[in-house]
């Protein structure tokens, strides 16, 4: 008789998964669906400028709207910054500190530039004009790509390369001039 109800309940149980076993024994998790973030630039502001490094340090103030709030840390974002009228790389880019981002929201991503001296000699030949209110830049920047890593609890994930943008950059030279 009880062999009869193991074998019973054994019986039950495959045919719930058509009958293979792996399905049984393999756990399954639901993962939430959540939908592709969309992004906003606000502002940015340069914090700082080593001459002898030729970084500049940049915070950018992004506006963020995703569904569901399971906190995602960005550990990684870096990439490579061309001039996309005449292909001159400007220099590297990468994420300074972990940003963790807890639902829809106000995010400040620190991001230092590793300019190239090439790229400077560049800039400063091709983009650089005087006007009344100072030397200004201006500057197609062209991002082939961008390498990111996230943490969503204790899972690290590495997002495969993204495609690039191009933006044109513009600003000011401050009165310590150009590097």
Same mark, same amino acid.
């Given at each position: 008789?009880?062999?009869?109800?193991?074998?019973g309940?054994?019986?039950?149980?495959?045919?719930?998964?058509d009958?293979?076993?792996?399905?049984?024994?393999?756990?399954?998790?639901?993962m939430?669906?959540?939908?592709?973030?969309?992004?906003?630039? @606000?502002?940015?502001v =340069? $914090? &700082?400028?080593? #001459?002898? !490094? %030729?970084?500049? *340090?940049?915070?950018?103030? @992004?506006?963020?709207? =995703? $569904? &569901?709030?399971? #906190?995602? !840390? %960005?550990?990684? *974002?870096?990439?490579?910054?061309?001039c996309?009228?005449?292909?001159?790389?400007?220099?590297?880019?990468?994420?300074?500190?972990?940003?963790?981002?807890?639902?829809?929201?106000?995010?400040?991503?620190?991001?230092?530039i590793?300019?190239?001296?090439?790229?400077?000699?560049?800039?400063?030949?091709?983009?650089?004009?005087?006007?009344?209110?100072?030397?200004?830049?201006?500057?197609?920047?062209e991002?082939?790509?961008?390498?990111?890593?996230?943490?969503?609890?204790?899972?690290?994930?590495?997002?495969?390369?993204?495609?690039?943008?191009?933006?044109?950059?513009?600003?000011?030279?401050?009165?310590?001039?150009?590097?």
């Amino acid at each position: 008789m009880t062999v009869a109800i193991i074998a019973g309940v054994l019986y039950v149980g495959l045919a719930q998964y058509d009958f293979d076993f792996m399905r049984v024994i393999t756990p399954s998790v639901e993962m939430p669906r959540l939908g592709a973030p969309s992004f906003n630039f @606000v502002s940015y502001v =340069v $914090e &700082g400028y080593n #001459p002898l !490094t %030729l970084q500049v *340090f940049v915070k950018f103030q @992004v506006d963020i709207e =995703v $569904e &569901g709030s399971i #906190p995602v !840390t %960005l550990v990684e *974002f870096r990439g490579e910054a061309y001039c996309a009228d005449h292909g001159v790389k400007l220099g590297d880019f990468y994420l300074t500190s972990n940003v963790t981002i807890n639902g829809s929201g106000r995010y400040e991503f620190p991001i230092a530039i590793s300019l190239t001296p090439q790229g400077v000699d560049h800039v400063r030949r091709n983009h650089l004009v005087s006007s009344d209110g100072g030397d200004v830049v201006e500057v197609r920047v062209e991002v082939p790509e961008v390498k990111a890593r996230l943490m969503v609890g204790s899972v690290n994930i590495t997002i495969p390369a993204s495609s690039g943008l191009v933006t044109t950059v513009r600003f000011t030279i401050p009165e310590e001039g150009f590097p």
